[in-house]
């Protein structure tokens, strides 16, 4: 008699939610991105469809990112002072699914640039990549609140990924999406409860708007509370899985975000013999952190530096190999 | 604990209406009003009036489907009315419900095999409600092992303990929480639990209190489901609320309008 042996059955799944818009669709993208839809935990494919793979999204500021590390802005090299030209490296030579961009240069404190100059850098942007984008402001959300709804309707129809609801400022951010069709990034801080009432709060603005909502459960980096992430992502996914449409949204986790601002990520060998080189180091601290998330579920990983976006989307093929039986 | 819409019946005077003439109407809206209070099944039963209890349940399932994707629950002692319903369902359906009797376990249970069918079984038998929990078990385990029999997966069987008005049967009400939590013992996957929720304020003044406050104590115990009066505001933020209380779903501040849409 065979062996039966025993695999999980889950009641649901997590939904899709497709970025970026072709000419098809109203839209200038070449091409579109499609993510969520896993009727498993992470990669058991034996267990349940995974459908889409995890995406890699590169990082461009619109301002030069004087704070990185000198050993990040070395990799880049002399793209960080053109978004463009950055963002068309990113995809054509470091091969990143998406391009996150970065208003960091509306901070009031860091150039306080007016929605017009941030809608001039979307725009070359736009027409220097293909692929679809995300677009955060600065993270102050008075002048994020000025700025971000004049660029979702300068790219109207573009199926942006526009950065971030959050519990008490969400009903901007979720207008702008509403009206000029984009997609939503709903943070919350390392809080399940917040991140599924958020979820709430935006569909009773919209319900449509459920379908195109990507969670931020917001990250920390590895050595520095990767593990608190961790069990918030699964404990999202085992909801999702187990019927919790609140829950069911893909996941989308600022890796190079949280990593380069550790000293693990600059402090040199000089100072810390026993760390080893700085450049190999911090480059495998991203690297490492995203690898952990992947296995958390996380769907859209967004990164900086060229060779760790190489070695996770390495990871990711290997991941995605098909194990069902 | 899911609920089981109990409105749709020929008790009422609006769905015995309904039925004699052939008005979906008050079927439909009522189907829509459970549905929009968080209901997971609809039970549906054509009422102690009717003539033709066949053509009358294949009518009840064949409005109800028209607006409703929930899963009906066929709600008759007649299993003729329960096969004709079961014909025209969709969805696989529920099947409420059968006693220990042995004729009637092999009828229903051939009719759940056959149409992919749930199935409330009874701990009862020809002799009537038992006194104690442990002919209550001892029943439920003779529904168990019969459905077993007909290649059904236990977890689509749902045992219902039987509960009596609280105020001519105070005592059976500690031998319903007992017979709850010993039924999750009888099999492995084990069977599901089911009450009838509205049967325990029968007759009283206090319906409400009562149903609502039996329905969270029995979910301690293990209910899994009641048929219940999906309508009722204030036992469904119960149940929502007893749902959080034993981590069933993750808590939010809005979590009992998160039940009541779970199925929209």
Redo the contacts between chains.
């Keep these: 008699m065979a062996v039966e042996i025993n695999k999980e059955k889950y009641r649901s799944q997590v939904r899709e939610v497709v970025l970026g818009a072709t000419s098809a669709d109203g839209g200038t993208r070449t091409s579109t991105i499609k993510v969520g839809g896993e009727a498993s935990l992470p990669f058991l494919q034996f267990e349940g469809a995974i459908p889409n793979r995890p995406v890699v999204a590169m990082e461009v500021w619109d301002i030069v990112p004087e704070d990185w590390p000198a050993n990040l802005k070395s990799a880049l090299g002399d793209v960080i002072s053109d978004p463009a030209a950055w963002a068309k490296k990113c995809v054509e030579e470091y091969g990143a699914d998406m391009i996150a961009l970065r208003f960091k240069g509306a901070d009031p404190d860091l150039g306080d640039k007016s929605a017009e100059d941030c809608i001039a850098v979307l725009k070359s942007v736009l027409s220097a990549v293909g692929v679809p984008l995300i677009v955060y402001g600065c993270g102050k959300a008075d002048k994020d609140n000025t700025i971000m709804g004049p660029l979702a309707e300068s790219a109207e129809g573009e199926n942006l990924l526009l950065g971030v609801a959050e519990q008490d400022n969400y009903k901007s951010v979720a207008s702008a999406a509403m009206a000029y069709k984009h997609s939503i990034i709903a943070q919350s801080p390392i809080d ?3 991140a ?2 958020l979820n ?1 709060l935006i569909s009773e603005m919209s319900t449509p708007l459920l379908d195109r909502i990507v969670i931020d459960p917001t990250i920390a980096a590895l050595g520095y509370g990767i593990e608190y992430s961790y069990s918030i992502m699964e ?2 996914r085992f ?1 999702a899985l187990s ?5 069911a949204m893909p996941m989308i986790g600022n890796v190079g975000n949280e990593v380069w601002v550790k000293k693990e990520a600059s402090v040199s060998v000089s100072e810390q013999p026993g760390w080893g080189d700085e450049a190999e180091r911090s480059m495998a601290w991203e690297a490492a952190t995203a690898a952990a998330l992947l296995q958390a579920g996380m769907d859209i990983l967004v990164m900086r530096h060229p060779r760790a976006v190489e070695l996770v989307k390495k990871s990711i093929d290997d991941l995605m190999q098909d194990n069902s039986y | 604990m899911i609920m089981i819409g109990e409105r749709i019946n020929g008790m009422f005077r609006d769905i015995a209406n309904a039925i004699r003439e052939k008005d979906p109407g008050p079927v439909q809206e009522w189907a829509r009003k459970q549905e929009a209070m968080g209901a997971g099944y609809l039970d549906l039963n054509v009422g102690p009036a009717v003539a033709d209890r066949v053509s009358a349940m294949r009518w009840l399932v064949e409005v109800t489907q028209e607006v409703s994707k929930l899963p009906l629950c066929l709600d008759s002692t007649d299993y003729d009315a329960i096969e004709a319903g079961l014909e025209v369902c969709k969805n696989p359906a529920m099947i409420n419900s059968v006693p220990a009797v042995q004729e009637k376990m092999d009828r229903v249970f051939a009719l759940a095999a056959k149409y992919d069918a749930e199935v409330i079984g009874l701990a009862m038998s020809e002799e009537g409600i038992p006194k104690d929990a442990e002919s209550r078990v001892a029943l439920a385990m003779e529904l168990v092992a019969n459905c077993d029999a007909h290649g059904i997966s236990i977890d689509k069987l749902y045992i219902d303990p039987l509960a009596l008005p609280a105020n001519v049967g105070q005592a059976h009400g500690p031998e319903v929480f007992e017979t709850l939590r010993q039924i999750k013992l009888l099999s492995d996957p084990p069977p599901k639990t089911t009450v009838g929720l509205s049967n325990i304020s029968q007759g009283t003044k206090n319906r409400e209190l009562l149903n609502r406050n039996f329905a969270v104590m029995a979910m301690a115990c293990g209910l899994d489901s009641a048929i219940c009066d999906a309508c009722d505001e204030e036992l469904v933020a119960a149940i929502a609320t007893g749902r959080i209380l034993l981590n069933l779903d993750i808590y939010c501040d809005s979590y009992v309008d998160v039940f009541k849409s779970q199925n929209q």
């Design positions: 399940i409860n917040i599924k009432q709430i404990r999202a909801g019927g919790d449409r609140m829950l």
